[in-house]
C-alpha cells in the first residue's frame, strides 16, 4: 500500500495533537479530519466531519471517506472511546487500511522504577491508563500490518493545553504544578507530527515510543519552559508523590527512528517561542 495519494482520516482532528497532525499531511494525502466543538474553521472545511463520539456510529464517515489511513487521536467520554475502536478494528480488519494510535505512556503508570520500552508488559494505575491498554489490547489483535500503536509522552509545543494552563497560571498568580521527583521524556507538536508522517510514508506497523531520547526531572524540565516562554516569576508548586525516583517515560529500543526525527528534551524547551 503506497502512501501518497492516499487518503487518511484523523479521529479528534480539532484537538492539538489531531489538528497538527492535520495540518502536517494536508499538503501530502487527501486528509480528512472529525471535529466536536463547533468552531467556523472546521464547520467551512469541506475536508472536516463533524462526529459526536456519544451520538454518532464512526462507520458513517467510514463510509463516506474510505480511508486507507486512519489515525486515531481521539478524547471524550471514556466507555464511547471503546466502543467507537471495537468499530473501527471491525472496519479495518474488513477492509484495505491500517489503523494508527495515539497511545500513552500511561500505559506503563504502574511501572515507576525505570523507563518503559515498546515490548514490555503494559500496566497502569490510572483510569487514563487502563483505558489506553484496552485500546491497545484490541488492536494488537489485528494483523500486525494493519495497525500501529504510537506510545508519547507529554506532549508541548506553543499552542498545547500544557502551555497554554502554565501561562494562564501565572497571569492569575496560580501555582504550577511539578513533580520534583518525576523522571520524564517529553516531546512537542511539530517533531511528533513529522514522525507520524515518516511512519505513513514508509508504511510502518507496530508498536513505537515517539518521545526524546534523553530524560529529564519534570520539574527542571518545566521551570526551563517557563524561563523560555516569557519573563515571568511563576509560583512553583512542588508535589512529592513519593520519596524516591519515579519514572513515566516510553523510550525506543528495538524501533528506532531515523536520527533527523530524534529528538532530545533540550530541543524540545528551545522550540518554545520567547513572547
Known sequence: MEAAGKKILILGGSGFIGNAIYR??????????TYFTARKSFENNQQFF?????????????????????ISAL???????????????????Q????????????????????????FDKTLSDSIYGRLKIKIEN????LPKKKMGILRVP????????????????????LPIEVFPNLVIN????????????????????????????????????????????????PIYKRVYTTNEERYLAVLPKEKKLPKNLRVGYQEVIEHHVLK
Open 75 to 93: 478524547r471524550g467520554n471514556f466507555a464511547s472511546q471503546v466502543a467507537a475502536h471495537r468499530h473501527l478494528v471491525e472496519y479495518v480488519s
Open 138 to 141: 484490541m488492536l494488537l489483535r
Open 154 to 173: 507529554m506532549v508541548f509545543g506553543n499552542q498545547s493545553p500544557r502551555i497554554k494552563e502554565m501561562k494562564n497560571n501565572v497571569l492569575n498568580n
Open 95 to 118: 477492509n484495505d487500511c491500517k489503523i494508527y494510535f495515539i497511545s500513552s505512556a500511561n500505559v506503563f503508570d504502574a511501572y515507576s522504577k525505570y523507563p518503559s520500552y515498546e
Open 24 to 33: 502536517e499531511l494536508r499538503s501530502y494525502f487527501d486528509t480528512y479530519g
Open 186 to 233: 517529553v516531546t512537542n507538536d511539530d517533531k511528533l507530527t513529522q514522525q507520524i508522517h515518516y511512519l505513513i510514508n514508509r508504511n510502518k506497523s507496530g508498536i513505537y515510543h515517539l518521545g526524546s531520547h534523553d530524560l529529564v526531572h519534570h520539574d527542571d524540565f518545566i521551570k526551563e519552559v517557563m524561563e523560555r516562554i516569557g519573563n515571568f516569576n
Open 50 to 70: 463533524r462526529y459526536d463520539l456519544q451520538e454518532d456510529d464512526v462507520f458513517n464517515i467510514l463510509e463516506r471517506v474510505r480511508p486507507q489511513y486512519i
